[in-house]
Nanobody, 124 residues
Framework: QLQLVESGGGLVQPGGSLRVSCAAS????????IGWFRQAPGKEREGVSC????????NYAGSVKGRFTISRDNAKNTVYLQMNSLKAEDTAVYYC?????????????????WGQGTQVTVSS
């Protein structure tokens, strides 16, 4: 059982950067793949990125590839999403989620534990 808490959201201008964090409480954090998802008003939730439990191998949605970087620090039970070159269409509530996994890859679905989200707004 994991509890996830997101932080670091806020208002940023187009072209700017922001880093959001996902802190987990619970045991065996290293055995979970962690994903970031987002939901904009009036739109369905979409997978943004995830990082595998084994090897910390990332996976990105096409819309963010080359702009976002996911990383994890298992000693701190924390996953980060560094977001650069932000666009207005990146505006959304960002959620982190976890799924038990011991593989080198992570999918962008099938997550069991969810945080409450943090708002990211990209606007001038």
């Amino acid at each position: 059982q994991l509890q996830l808490v997101e932080s670091g959201g806020g208002l940023v201008q187009p072209g700017g950067s922001l880093r959001v964090s996902c802190a987990a409480s619970g045991s065996a954090f290293g055995y979970y793949a962690i994903g970031w998802f987002r939901q904009a008003p009036g739109k369905e939730r979409e997978g943004v990125s995830c990082i595998s439990s084994i090897g910390g191998i990332p996976n990105y949605a096409g819309s963010v590839k080359g702009r976002f970087t996911i990383s994890r620090d298992n000693a701190k039970n924390t996953v980060y999403l560094q977001m650069n070159s932000l666009k207005a269409e990146d505006t959304a509530v960002y959620y982190c989620a976890a799924r038990g996994s011991t593989t080198l890859t992570c999918p962008l679905d099938g997550y069991n534990w969810w945080g409450q989200g943090t708002q990211v707004t990209v606007s001038s």
